[in-house]
Nanobody, 120 residues
Framework: QVQLVESGGGLVQAGGSLRVSCAAS?????????IGWFRQAPGKEREFVVA????????DYVDSVKGRFTIARDNDKNTVYLQMNSLEPEDTAVYYC????????????WGQGTQVTVSS
């Protein structure tokens, strides 16, 4: 079992930056899990943003954030970060991190989410 806690959301003006964090812990080694970032805007379905393995390999980013968002991890802190630059009002959403076993395609553990609001 894996526990995930997001932090770092907030209110920022368009063009600004935020970094959200996902702290992972669990009885089994979190190094066996892939951590992904998702977001859900009001009235929209949840959207996959990007994921990263504990060896540092990142998946492709969703097109809407390419060149603006960067995923990274700190193995010593069991934490995954999502650095978000050049934020746009369309990035407003609740951002969730989730974990899946490295040999599975299903994300089975989810954090509580952190709100990111970008004002125009």
């Amino acid at each position: 079992q894996v526990q995930l806690v997001e932090s770092g959301g907030g209110l920022v003006q368009a063009g600004g930056s935020l970094r959200v964090s996902c702290a992972a812990s669990g009885r089994t080694s979190v190094s066996n899990y892939v951590i992904g970032w998702f977001r859900q805007a009001p009235g929209k379905e949840r959207e996959f943003v990007v994921a990263i393995t504990w060896t540092g390999t990142a998946t492709d980013y969703v097109d809407s954030v390419k060149g603006r968002f960067t995923i990274a991890r700190d193995n010593d802190k069991n934490t995954v970060y999502l650095q978000m630059n050049s934020l746009e009002p369309e990035d407003t959403a609740v951002y969730y991190c989730a974990a899946r076993w490295r040999f599975s395609s299903e994300y089975t553990y989810w954090g509580q989410g952190t709100q990111v609001t970008v004002s125009s």
